[in-house]
């Protein structure tokens, strides 16, 4: 047998966005072609998902013929959430998705560093201290080296006209990485992978948006509007769609049409004048594969695309240990044979461990021999009938994103191995290797295992393969409060992904706290099976620690817990966190009991208000129009809502009508774009893009006898320390002298602003708006986050 014939796992295949294997048309074919003409590749760099041009992207990839790459620096993570309630690591799991769907559409591969995106940053050296600089510009020369652009582009400026620390960082760090990435003395332990690279040149993408106009006559420029008619788009269409995949940042795009350009100022490198490949040479020189490309360009028929496989073939031949697109002509190989090939499976998930069957299924729409060997046989491919093969193969590595191994600290995730780097995804999930032979030439395919279901109103649906541990143990909440030393009762929802799962759960207590029980036994014979268990805990001296769960089954001990992301723009995502949770034993005193919850953009604060020991009613506007708010001892508003949800003017009346009888309103902070209503409050205030970003700024209590901070909680400095990422954004201006300004506070260089917390008396009730950021830090436990939040929630004070 060929040596190229076999078929066996491998760890060197991404599993990516859809998972089926994709079909080129004619269309894609002809485009193809010409890139396979065109040799140059362009590396845009900035800091957030997002931040790329993505109709520039679509330029490069589909006009250009170049390879177009995005480097972003961090995945999003910091950011807030306008399809659900993720935050931080599960934020950037869903934006990653995003990022990916988006290059499909515009033409470029994805990169990443390990940077952290913890919040807004002010200033680039913020963003340096937090992140570690010198390890994120190891990573960004890691991605020069091994993608080897010929030109990078950053989107952004160096300065405060970046608007932000994270993109002043970008265009800092991508300065210094084009040097870097060309001194063998810079971050040498890379070259053990990679070989040192220095680009053409560095060029900045001027801009004019947001109030600021970098652009000028005098910089290059290309027009990036035109239209492909083999893609039956404008460039401005592409990037549209690209961009609306950014669906949990609202960024649904009307499609541009018409001539557009962009600006481009040089920063580093040789300049250029009339292009920004000027002085790279983009087109192949090797004329024996010009005169192959020019016979291919000339015999293609889009009416019969396999009539161009001798052509391609010979090509393959002709360009075998030479610098070549190799891949895409491989592509193209398939596509214009029109070849297909899956490998899936009849579960989505297994346990670590399993054997697997697995179905190969392929066919073939050539007449010329087309062959796939595996392990035990060679499926020869008949002209247009489907052939398949059975398969088996051990599940393992358990899911489980490579950035989200380990706890990270703030400012990176930690990465153990070098050549994960960059990667958007796992290169280690389950997949075949095998070997095709097309007319006795051999091409090397990975095909990842898939599951594949039919859905009856969607129909055929692949997602991805979960590999998890045989029982998780999850957590129903990332923090417990305990007040003083009530006892509190714990749940746990233990799953099987095995048949016959024996075992028991131990928790892990801080020292000095106590469990009713040592250990929990369970049988879940089936896999699918679900119990949920529970113990309780008594606090101890320790006033905060973490509960740590160990899940023993056969022998072996697991400590995962099971966290599932389903939306319908991107694949469904599976991962295995650590079950653990914050125990926080504080002094809390609540006043009233029934929480009215309106959901904005998405938040975990209503499980927050639960474990305070509220009881929580979620109602959509339509029931706050018909149902009798004053059964409610107060109303909280959702982050953002005033922001997504039109109905905020058909309801506020009711509301402050509500307040006006004698409710609390609380309103949780809005963004000044975009607002629905400009009423927000009884009186008179506007919102502003300031935010103390320092989450351990000073605050400085402005009225000290307010109820606000005297009841039913005496809040004091202590409240504010243990904060995460930030105080608050967004806060309030041009405030009515109705209004009690309670708080002030300022990043360390600021003046101090008062407009973080609002509260004033209305009717016989109270009005509340903050910007502080409850969102975070009641799910993340802070315990004097919510003894203020309990004060604001009392009821008027008489």
Known sequence: MNRYYFLLITLLFPIFLNAQMQQMNAADIALGIEKLNVKGSVLYIAAHPDDENTRLLAYLAKEAKVSAGYLSLTRGDGGQNLIGNEQAELLGLIRT?????ARKVDGAEQFFTRANDFGFSKTADE????????????????????????????????????????????GILAREAFTAAADPKRFPEQLAYVKVWQAKRLLWNTFNFGGTNTTAPDQLKIDVGLYNPLVGKSYGEIAAISRTNHKSQGFGSTLQRGEAFEFFSHVAGEPAKNSIFDGINTTLNNPNIQAILTEIRKNFDVKQPDLILPHFLKLKKATQGIDFNHQLLDDLILASAGIWIEANTPENVYAIGDIIPVRLQAIARTKLLVSIATTDKTMVLSPNRLSSSDLKLTAEPTTQPYWLQENHPIGQYLIDKQELVGNPENTNQLSVKLSLSIDNQPIELNTPVVFKSTDPIVGERYQPLVIAPAVTATLSEKAYIFNG??????????????????????????????????????NLPNKGDEQIVSFTITPGTETSGNLNLQVSVDGKIDDKGVKNISYAHIPNITIFPQ??????????????????????????VPEALKEMGYAVTKLTPAQILATDLANYDAIVTGVRLYNINADVKLIQPKLLKYVENGGTLLIQYNVNNGLKTTSIGPYPFKLANKRVTEEDAKV???????????????ITAKDFEGWVQERGLYFATDIDQKYSKILSMNDTGETAN?????????????????????????????????????????????
């Open 579 to 604: 079950a653990t949770a914050r125990l926080e034993k504080i002094d809390l005193k609540i006043a009233g009991k029934n929480i009215a919850y309106i959901d904005g953009a998405g938040d975990l």
């Open 754 to 798: 008062d407009g973080s917390l609002l509260i004033a008396d209305y009717g016989k009730g109270k009005f509340v708006y903050t910007s502080l950021v409850f969102f975070r830090e009641l799910p993340a436990g802070v315990p004097g986050a919510y003894r203020l939040f309990a004060n604001l929630l009392a009821p008027k004070q008489r």
């Open 700 to 714: 400085n209590f402005l009225v000290p006898n307010s109820p606000a901070l005297n009841y039913p909680n005496k």
């Open 127 to 170: 963003s340096f201290k937090i992140w570690g600089k010198e390890q994120i510009l190891a990573d960004v020369v890691w991605v020069i080296r091994k993608f080897r652009p010929d030109v990078i582009i950053t989107r952004f400026p160096e300065d405060s006209r970046a608007g932000h620390g994270h993109h002043a960082g970008s």
């Open 485 to 522: 030393n009530a006892p509190k009762t714990i749940t746990v929802s233990l799953k099987s992904f095995k048949n016959n799962a024996v075992g028991f759960l131990v928790p892990k207590l801080p020292k000095g706290w106590k469990s009713n029980t040592d250990k929990i036994d369970f």
């Open 97 to 101: 998705q995003e990022l990916l769907a």
